[in-house]
């Protein structure tokens, strides 16, 4: 799906302070520029553009400089405030943008920019993503995955949010597989040369849908899902369990551990206890495998497709 490149449009949805507001949004500019916790009207003074924003702490005016390429972040503590320099520039003063220079001066932040895909974004947001990934297995078996993100991100439905887990094609001894991933950190090498590593479901637009972990034996390739659930036929609320830490035995079974913590403000935290046996959709049949979990850490063992 495109979307319209030389326009300012909103992006993403609409966020709120507390309980009914006030809100906010992001907006993307024609160049590229995206400006977060917009709560007005995106202005242009002479060569900036201006659009009065909101946060937990209140209103500040962010100030983009196109030719300088920085986001300037204006506060209360400057002689004018936000919100009487955002004024001014709606009434379209001749001396608003020396005005704001000035204020630039005095910016709580600076925040310089460098074309991403099309987009600017904060340097410290780090490099692009490399075009191909590379990796060569014990077994002298060589994975790559080919970056699907366009030149220009601009038209994409999801802007930045592909640039957060970019996603690959993944490609077995030169030959494409069909399958995707966002990276080949974690792949795991069986004693039959089988290969499991972690991948995504994409839609049309390459939006990451799920996880995966794809699975390479006998000469062609399953998929599980990246999580386990409670079987519904014993009540309950649906609970999802990430399965890590794979392992492939010398006698070829392909085992995960299932994750019962979960993350939080706090950070992690201690989650509900194992269940008895769980529910895990896989590629070679319609119906969920049930499968037991064994031991404290939940294990469970994957049979591998008959055929």
């Given at each position: 799906?495109?979307?319209p490149?030389?326009?300012d449009?909103?992006?993403?949805?609409?966020g709120?302070?507390?309980?009914g507001?006030?809100n906010f949004w992001?907006?993307l500019?024609?160049?590229?520029?995206?400006?977060?916790?917009v709560?007005?009207?995106?202005?242009t003074a002479?060569?900036?553009?201006?659009?009065l924003?909101?946060?937990?702490q209140?209103?500040?005016?962010?100030?983009?400089?196109?030719?300088?390429?920085?986001?300037y972040?204006l506060?209360?503590?400057?002689r004018i405030?936000?919100e009487?320099?955002?004024?001014?520039?709606a009434?379209s003063l001749t001396?608003t943008?020396p005005?704001l220079r000035e204020a630039?001066?005095h910016a709580?932040?600076?925040v310089?920019?460098?074309t991403?895909?099309?987009?600017?974004?904060p340097?410290?947001?780090?490099p692009?993503p490399?075009?191909?990934?590379?990796?060569?297995?014990?077994?002298g078996?060589r994975?790559?995955a080919r970056l699907?993100?366009?030149?220009d991100?601009?038209g994409?439905v999801?802007?930045?949010?592909l640039?957060?887990s970019?996603?690959?094609a993944?490609?077995?001894?030169?030959?494409?597989t069909?399958?995707?991933?966002?990276?080949l950190?974690d792949?795991?090498?069986?004693?039959?040369?089988?290969?499991?590593?972690?991948?995504?479901?994409l839609?049309a637009?390459a939006?990451?849908?799920?996880?995966l972990?794809h699975i390479?034996?006998g000469?062609a390739?399953?998929a599980?899902?990246?999580?386990?659930?409670r079987?519904f036929?014993?009540?309950?609320?649906y609970?999802?369990?990430f399965?890590?830490?794979?392992?492939l035995?010398?006698?070829?079974?392909?085992r995960?551990?299932?994750?019962t913590?979960?993350w939080?403000?706090?950070?992690q935290?201690?989650?509900?206890?194992t269940?008895?046996?769980?529910?895990?959709?896989v590629s070679?049949?319609?119906?969920?495998?049930?499968?037991?979990?064994q031991?404290a850490?939940?294990?469970?063992?994957v049979p591998?497709?008959?055929s």
């Amino acid at each position: 799906m495109t979307q319209p490149t030389d326009v300012d449009r909103q992006i993403g949805g609409v966020g709120e302070i507390g309980m009914g507001g006030p809100n906010f949004w992001s907006v993307l500019l024609a160049d590229g520029a995206i400006l977060g916790g917009v709560c007005g009207v995106v202005r242009t003074a002479g060569a900036l553009r201006t659009a009065l924003s909101r946060d937990r702490q209140g209103l500040t005016l962010q100030v983009y400089d196109a030719q300088a390429q920085v986001i300037y972040t204006l506060t209360k503590s400057w002689r004018i405030s936000p919100e009487d320099l955002d004024a001014a520039v709606a009434r379209s003063l001749t001396s608003t943008e020396p005005l704001l220079r000035e204020a630039c001066q005095h910016a709580a932040t600076a925040v310089r920019l460098h074309t991403v895909h099309g987009l600017r974004l904060p340097i410290d947001a780090g490099p692009a993503p490399e075009p191909v990934l590379a990796r060569t297995l014990s077994s002298g078996r060589r994975l790559e995955a080919r970056l699907l993100l366009p030149a220009d991100l601009r038209g994409t439905v999801e802007v930045g949010n592909l640039l957060s887990s970019p996603p690959y094609a993944l490609v077995l001894d030169g030959l494409p597989t069909g399958l995707h991933v966002t990276g080949l950190e974690d792949v795991i090498e069986g004693p039959d040369q089988s290969i499991v590593l972690s991948g995504v479901r994409l839609d049309a637009d390459a939006r990451v849908l799920d996880g995966l972990w794809h699975i390479w034996r006998g000469g062609a390739w399953h998929a599980v899902a990246s999580y386990a659930q409670r079987p519904f036929d014993g009540g309950g609320a649906y609970t999802p369990y990430f399965l890590s830490d794979p392992q492939l035995g010398e006698n070829g079974r392909l085992r995960f551990a299932l994750e019962t913590f979960s993350w939080g403000p706090e950070g992690q935290t201690p989650g509900e206890p194992t269940p008895p046996d769980v529910e895990l959709k896989v590629s070679w049949r319609a119906a969920p495998l049930r499968l037991a979990a064994q031991g404290a850490q939940g294990f469970i063992e994957v049979p591998w497709p008959t055929s």
